[in-house]
C-alpha cells in the first residue's frame, strides 16, 4: 500500500503544484480570512479546473465552516478544504460490473488522442493477472493505425483478438466478437470504437449502432460503457463526458494522463457535474499505473507532506 500510496503521489504531483501548493503559498501570505482570501482561493480551484461551479460550491462552503467552527487564521482553512474535497469525490468511485456475466461486455468509446487503445492494452492486462480469458476487438475501422495499435496491445497481453479491413462496418466487428467470445468461453470482451468528436452526429449515431447490435446478441450488454477522457484538456472532458452519456449512457469513466497535467482538478469538477463514476485514473505509462479511483487515496496523495509514504 505504501508503495502504491508513493506512485500516486508522483502521478499527481503536477497536480498538487497546481492546485495544494498554491493554497499552501497563499496561505503563508495571509495571516486572516478576508474577502481577497476567498476571492483567491476561489481563482486557485478554477485554474486548476475544479470547475466554475464547484469551486464557488467549494468557497461558499468554506466561508460558512469558518463562520461556524469561529475560524481566524488562515492556515486552518487548509484542513478543511481537504473535507469539502473529499465529500466532492466520497462516493463516486465503483469497481467494474463484470462478475455475474459470461462473456462480460466492456465498450470503450472516446474521442481521438486521449489514451483509449492503451486504456484498453492495460484492461486487458489487469483481467489477464486475474486470471480471465480476454478478447480484444477493432471496433475503430476507420485508423489502419488503431488496429494494428489494438493486435499489438493484444499480443502483449495474450488476449484474443477481432478485427475486419479498414473502412468495415464497426458493428459487424463487434458481432464477431460477441459470436467468437461465446464459441471460446471467453470471460472478458473489450469493444474499442472510432475516436469521435463527440460534435460528429453521424459518427456519434455509428456508437448508437454499435451498441444495439451488442445487445442484440447479449441483451443486458455492454455491460460496461467506458468514457475515456484525457485529464489534460480540463473542463473540455466535461463536455465530452456529457454528450457521450447522451449517445451511449456511460456507466464509468477513465480519466488518463493525470501525470501530465497542473490541472487534475478536473476529477473533483467531472465528480461534482457527473453522476457517473470514475472508475479508473491513469498516472504514468507503466502497465501497472491504471489503478482502480481511490477517492480517499486520490485526496490524501494530494494533501500529503510525508515524501517518504
Sequence with gaps: MATFL????????????????????????????????????????????????????????????????????????????????????????????????????????????????????????????????VLLA?????????????EVWANRSGSGFIKHQQGSDPAAVAFDAIQAAKSRGTDVVIIDTAGRLQTK????????????????????APHETL???DATTGQNAISQAKLFDETVNLSGIVLTKLDGTAKGGVVFGICSEMEIPVK????????????????????EALFDEDDEA
Excluded: C, W
Design 6 to 133: 508513493k506512485r500516486l503521489k508522483e502521478g499527481l504531483s503536477k497536480t498538487k503544484g497546481g492546485l495544494i501548493n498554491k493554497v499552501t503559498d497563499l496561505i503563508s501570505l495571509n495571516k486572516e480570512i478576508d474577502e481577497d482570501f476567498y476571492e483567491e482561493l476561489e481563482e486557485i480551484l478554477i485554474g486548476a479546473d475544479v470547475g466554475v461551479n464547484a469551486s464557488l460550491q467549494i468557497v461558499e462552503s468554506l466561508r460558512d465552516k469558518v463562520k461556524e467552527r469561529k475560524i481566524k487564521k488562515a492556515d486552518e482553512v487548509k484542513e478543511l478544504l481537504k473535507e469539502e474535497l473529499a465529500k466532492i469525490v466520497e462516493g463516486k468511485s465503483q469497481g467494474l460490473n463484470l462478475n455475474e456475466h459470461q462473456p462480460a461486455v466492456i465498450m470503450v468509446v472516446g474521442v481521438n488522442g486521449v489514451g483509449k487503445t492503451t486504456t484498453i492494452g492495460k484492461l486487458a492486462f489487469k483481467f489477464k493477472e486475474e486470471g480471465k480469458k
Design 227 to 229: 468514457l475515456v477522457l
Design 138 to 150: 477493432a471496433g475503430d475501422t476507420f485508423r489502419a493505425a488503431a488496429i494494428e495499435q489494438l
Design 280 to 299: 479508473f485514473i491513469g498516472i504514468g505509462e507503466r502497465i501497472e499505473d491504471l489503478r482502480e479511483f481511490n477517492p480517499e487515496n486520490f485526496v
Design 201 to 220: 452526429v453521424n459518427l456519434m449515431q455509428e456508437l448508437q449502432k454499435v451498441k444495439r447490435v451488442i445487445q442484440k446478441e447479449i441483451p443486458d
